[in-house]
């Protein structure tokens, strides 16, 4: 992966929208009926960004790989993974350990046949089915970075009051 910027400046985006989240003590609130709460969104993409980095692994290691969210659409799961993590604090830290890992899915730990890799993914968001295809291990990652991570940062930011989405505090 050539380009860590955009993953990096993705997840600086996600945790500083989090941050502002915590800071206005709005991380219980739900916008709308069946939404996550922050602490929800957040143990997602916790498991997503594990996810990733262990097919990137499993690709590297030469083993058999696939990419499937369906955990992490699973409420116990997040319930789990928000205590194992200590909650929105412990998250967000797990998630800026995450995004230094991932940003290390390049030379010299990755070649570009390892990048090149396909991996058979099922992608699925709100019990619709997004995408179940073979993708090559470097789109699975700049799919993270270009749609994963922006849209839950805005799923962040939908939770705080419309005066503090305005106001400085939220990230541009």
């Known amino acids: ?16 929208a989090a941050a502002a989240v915590a800071d206005a003590g709005r991380t219980g ?11 929800q ?34 409420t116990w799961t997040l319930r789990r993974v ?4 200590g909650g929105n604090t412990g998250l967000r830290d797990r998630i800026g350990r995450q995004t230094d890992a991932l940003a290390t899915l ?13 991996v058979p993914t099922l ?7 997004q995408l179940d295809q073979v993708v090559p291990l470097k789109d699975l990652i700049a799919g993270l970075a270009g ?3 922006p849209g839950h940062t805005a799923q962040l930011l939908a939770l705080l009051p419309d005066d503090d989405r305005t106001d400085g505090h939220a990230p541009q």
Do not use: K, Q
């Open 1 to 16: 992966m050539s380009d860590t910027a955009t993953l990096r400046e993705a997840g600086r985006a996600l945790l500083d």
């Open 29 to 39: 609130v739900r916008p709308t009926a069946g939404e996550w709460n922050a602490d």
């Open 41 to 74: 969104i957040l143990a997602h993409v916790a498991v997503i960004n594990a996810a990733t980095i262990a097919t990137a692994y499993a690709v590297a290691s030469g083993a058999n790989a696939t990419f499937d969210n369906r955990t992490a659409l699973d």
């Open 82 to 85: 928000i205590e194992r993590a």
């Open 106 to 118: 390049g030379d010299p730990a990755f070649s570009e046949a390892d990048l090149a890799t396909p």
């Open 123 to 129: 992608l699925l968001s709100n019990d619709e089915l």
């Open 147 to 149: 749609v994963e991570l």
